[in-house]
């Protein structure tokens, strides 16, 4: 299932941004001086008010800054999804909490444990449906599917994310190729490039030839069983079958990716933690991860000379490009200082913060008037923006089931895949195995939800 649009992910440990007084003083007058206490009946003021906000250490610097701006005090929370999930069930949750808008809204909302933001957005003077990049829509939830009904949240930024870099210096050592700008691989391609970049000295790989799935193997089989034509959910969104042809053949592919050790997988998985360390060293030649990798590469001057964009692979003739991350933020449903968290919520969107991101690299803005920000100062620059916006032609965002969380799904998948990667099982019996754990997990869910 699919629904066109024109994270974003907890990994961007390099981005670092800041955020001046002068959008409080200008977009948010009258803001710093006071705000209200929180409650949605328009409360007493006060000087200031407290705001607890669930996010990774890289967004602190920035919320930080608008706290000052604004006069509000901040509490920060680690993003942890066990202990988010423990707060949300003592109906005493974060104000302002980090979350992959495709995959986590359904799950969320359909539990009634999101605030609609509608009422906030129709009286906000800065962030304006007009202006808002159809990607948002994955905030969206009407308690039959995504994309439509109330707007729960935001995405900071957006990328298409299976797409995937390359080093030239890599592949012309090598004497392949480079990819197209516009045309994309096959898997089965971009395979054997990955196995003909790969090093190895006494057994043990030295350069990663290649790295699949950045944004989990999850998603990785959800993009190439639409892209072979099939769905891993049912059209009710209540179960998966893996053992359809369209995805038995991804799974086919990834457990061969996974035994050529040719990238970091389920059973062998990248000591470095993420794409970027490693990447960046040059022990990985493509790296698969989408737009907003280019902030990180963007940063050193001499990765940026060898990087490039490609699109995404394809298993098959229907050609999609997905986004499983749209992160963004979202407000609980029992937050305690909603109005304060959303005068965040603006600052953080629509002020010095979302600027610095769009100049930075690090995904495409999900405001359209930030889009003339999106830098293309370099020739790495201009190649990952001309791809990219070609790309975007091939845009799309694959529903999510209301029913389980994807580090749920993910779990089974690192639970089952490792053992039929080294024992050779058949994909046709890890399917079996697959459908039955993530079915029943699945089914847990839907009990809860009515």
Known sequence: MTFPTTGSLDRRRFLAVSAGAAF???ALPGCAASVDDGSESGGTKRESAT??????????????AAGKALGIKIN???????RLNAMLAAKNPPDLVRGLGAVETPYFAARGLMADLDPYFAKSSVLKASDLDPVNDVWRY??????????????????????????????????LDLPSETEPL???EWLDMGKQLTKRRLGKVKVYGMSAAGLGTFAQLMHMTASAGGSLFAEDLASVDLSSPEARKALSWYLEYARADVGPNVANPNPDGWDWPTYQAGRMAMAGDGYWFGGAIG???????????????????????PCFGATGYWIPKEAKNKDAAWKLFEYYFAGKPAQDRASGGWGIPSLKSLRSLMPQGTEFQKQALQVQEKELEHFSVLS???????????????????????????????????????????????????
Do not use: C, H
């Not at 949240?153 to 030239?168: E, H, I, V």
């Open 24 to 26: 409080a003083a200008t």
């Open 51 to 64: 705001v607890t906000v669930m996010t990774p250490d890289d967004e602190k610097k920035a919320f930080q």
């Open 76 to 82: 920060f929370i680690a993003r942890d999804e066990t």
């Open 142 to 175: 009407d308690g039959q599917k995504q994309g439509a009904g109330p707007r729960y949240g935001m995405a900071k930024d957006y990328s298409q994310d299976q797409m995937f870099w390359y080093r030239t210096d890599l592949l012309e050592a090598a004497k």
């Open 186 to 188: 096959s898997y089965d």
């Open 299 to 321: 940063g050193d001057p001499k990765i940026a000379e060898v990087s490039r964009f490609a699109p995404a692979p394809q298993l098959g003739s229907n050609r999609v490009s």
């Open 400 to 450: 999510f089931t209301p029913y389980a969380q994807v580090t749920a799904l993910d779990g089974i998948l690192n639970k089952v895949l490792p053992r039929a990667v080294k024992g050779k099982t058949s994909a046709g019996k890890v399917a079996d195995e697959l459908n039955k754990l993530m079915n029943e997990q699945i089914a847990k869910g839907k009990e809860l939800v009515g």
